[in-house]
Antibody
Framework: QVQLVQSGAEVTKPGASVKVSCKASGYTFTNYKMTWVRQAPGQGLEWMGWISAYSGHTKYAESLQGRVTMTTDASTSTAYLELRSLRSDDTAVYYC???????????????WGQGTLVTVSS | EIVLTQSPATLSLSPGERGTLSCRASQSVGRSLAWYQQKPGQAPRLLIYDASNRATGTPARFSGSGSGTDFTLTISSLEPEDFAVYYCQQRSNSIFTFGPGTKVDIK
């Protein structure tokens, strides 16, 4: 079955960078897009962007432009999210989620990884 | 950016009751809207996509309707496992946004 397994929790300082991984299994990795979503403690969901695992094409939320980079490694079926110049309000659970359908269309997020807690604190 | 508003913020219901959740978009999104369910400590789960299509595994008591700017998620008869937070999400020009969520709790 399709599984997305994310890397473990991170604690990092303001101004630093963090890189979260999402290892996929159970499907052809390059046939789907991957989306990243975050959720601050006690808050709602924030869409961060998506990447095509086939072409590497990305689309980022405007609020994160310049600080975020999404990449994929087809050889290991792994997607990565890097966030730079971290601030305390970047403290959140970060989720990866595969696109519902394969191919060129961009649809909805299903299934999701288990989430990775990133804590930014001095 | 298209903004989604959800109402009510909290819906207090008893098991067996009908629940009606609303999602309104600041401009038309056609039928490009989905609903997700999130339980405490868990990742969200896709329930409904393209406004009215149930995702695999979504029970038939969940139904979605609407188009343009007004959408509704209906739970026909609440089961104990349905008490959760529900988010709507829209897709427009390859950009997505989520609504703030509606918490369905036990009355």
């Amino acid at each position: 079955q399709v599984q997305l397994v994310q890397s473990g929790a991170e604690v990092t300082k303001p101004g630093a960078s963090v890189k979260v991984s999402c290892k996929a299994s159970g499907y052809t990795f390059t046939n789907y897009k991957m989306t990243w979503v975050r959720q601050a403690p006690g808050q709602g969901l924030e869409w961060m962007g998506w990447i095509s695992a086939y072409s590497g094409h990305t689309k980022y939320a405007e609020s994160l432009q310049g600080r975020v980079t999404m990449t994929t490694d087809a050889s290991t079926s792994t997607a990565y999210l890097e966030l730079r110049s971290l601030r305390s309000d970047d403290t959140a659970v970060y989720y990866c989620a595969r696109d519902l359908r394969d191919g060129d269309s961009l649809t909805w997020s299903d299934p999701w990884g288990q989430g990775t807690l990133v804590t930014v604190s001095s | 950016e298209i903004v989604l508003t959800q109402s009510p913020a909290t819906l207090s219901l008893s098991p067996g009751e009908r629940g009606t959740l609303s999602c309104r978009a600041s401009q038309s999104v056609g039928r490009s809207l989905a609903w997700y369910q999130q339980k405490p400590g868990q990742a969200p789960r896709l329930l409904i996509y393209d406004a009215s299509n149930r995702a695999t595994g979504t029970p038939a008591r969940f139904s979605g309707s609407g188009s343009g700017t007004d959408f509704t998620l209906t739970i026909s008869s609440l089961e104990p496992e349905d008490f959760a937070v529900y988010y709507c999400q829209q897709r427009s020009n390859s950009i997505f946004t989520f609504g703030p969520g509606t918490k369905v709790d036990i009355k």
